[in-house]
C-alpha cells in the first residue's frame, strides 16, 4: 500500500481514495500511479500513525514540498492530517501544501478553513472551469453549490494560509484558461495552469 511517494522534487502523502468529485480529466480515469508509485488505489485508509510511521521512513531535507494529495480528496482525512502536520512540524521546516477541490466545508458541514492556520504554507485549489454550469458537467461533484463553495473556500482561506493557489490543467481550451485567470483574478489567490498528467 502506498502511502508516500516522490515526483519531482516533492514528497507526495496518500492518504485517502474517496473524492466527492467524478472529473472527466482526473488522471484515476486512465491509470493506477503517479510518479515512482506503480498504483495508488489503498486496501484501505492508514491510519494517522500510519501516515506519521511513513513520511518518518523519508529523509525530508531531500524534498521542497511535503504535499497531502493523492487519488482522493485529502479534506476527508483532515483532522488525521492536521495531526501528521503538527508532529512533522516539531522536527522539520519542511513546507507543507495541500493540493485539494475546496470542498473541505461541504465535506465536514462547518467552516474548517481556521484550522489550516499554522499546519499549511500553500493550498492548491482545482478551479477547473470558468462557471457554475461548466464546473457541473466536467467534475460532476456530489454536492450542490459546489463550484460557489469551493470560491468561497478559496477566498477565505487566504486569510489563514500564506499562498494560495487556484490551478487548471491545460487540458481546457486557451479562450477558458483566460476566462478562469479573471475567475482567479476575483478571489486574490495565485493562478495556475498545470500541464495536463502532472
Not at 99 to 121: C, K, M, S, Y
Not at 161 to 181: G, K, Q
Amino acid at each position: 500500500m502506498t502511502i508516500t511517494y516522490s515526483y519531482g522534487t516533492n514528497l507526495y502523502v496518500n492518504t485517502t481514495n474517496r473524492c466527492d468529485m467524478h472529473c472527466d480529466f482526473c488522471l484515476r480515469q486512465s491509470g493506477d500511479g503517479v510518479g515512482e508509485a506503480d498504483s495508488l488505489w489503498l486496501e484501505r485508509e492508514p491510519t494517522r500513525e500510519e501516515i506519521l510511521a511513513d513520511i518518518q521512513k523519508r529523509d525530508l531535507s531531500q524534498y521542497k514540498e511535503l504535499v497531502f494529495c493523492g487519488y482522493g480528496e485529502p479534506s476527508y482525512r483532515l483532522h488525521d492530517i492536521l495531526w501528521v502536520c503538527d508532529r512533522v512540524k516539531e522536527v522539520s521546516a519542511i513546507p507543507i501544501r495541500m493540493d485539494t477541490n475546496g470542498h473541505a466545508n461541504l465535506i465536514w458541514g462547518e467552516d474548517v478553513a481556521p484550522l489550516f492556520q499554522g499546519r499549511f504554507d500553500t493550498v492548491s485549489i482545482s478551479l477547473n472551469a470558468r462557471d457554475a454550469a461548466t464546473y457541473e458537467t466536467r467534475c460532476a461533484p456530489d454536492y450542490p453549490g459546489s463550484y460557489e463553495a469551493m470560491l468561497a473556500f478559496a477566498k477565505e482561506i487566504q486569510t489563514y494560509v500564506p499562498r494560495v493557489i487556484l490551478s487548471v490543467v491545460d487540458c481546457i481550451s486557451p479562450a477558458e484558461i483566460e476566462d478562469c485567470r479573471k475567475v482567479c483574478a476575483e478571489t486574490g489567490a495565485e493562478y495556475r495552469v498545470r500541464v495536463f498528467g502532472s
